[in-house]
C-alpha cells in the first residue's frame, strides 16, 4: 500500500476515488514518470502492445523517464483518457505503486 493513503481508506476505495473523483491527476500535465532499471523495457513492450505511442527518455544507466506533456492529451500514455484508467495497473512501474508518498495538494487519497 502507498506510503500516505489517508488512514482507513482501502486500496479500492482509493482506486475509485482517483478514477471517478480526481480523473487520475497524478497522470496528467506537466508531470515526469521516473522509470527504473528494467521499467523502461517494461514500459516500451506494453506501449508495443497497445499501439501507444510512448516517448521514452533514456539514461546511461538504463533508467529513464516519461513526461507526460509529450503525449497527446498531455497526460501518460499509459492513461486511457476517456475513463482515467490505467491501462497497465496490474504491472505500473513502482513511482506510480508508490504514489502519494506525502501529503498532496488537490489528492483526496492522500488527504491533502
Known sequence: MPPHIMPGLSLESASQICINDCKAMCCRGSLVLI???GEVQQFKEHSD?????AMITETSDGSGWVRFSDHPGDHCPMLDGQNSICRIYVDR?????DFPENLTPGCVISGG
Not at 49 to 53: E, K
Open 93 to 97: 512501474p513502482q513511482r506510480c505503486r
Open 35 to 37: 522509470l527504473r532499471k
Open 49 to 53: 502492445t497497445l499501439g501507444v505511442y
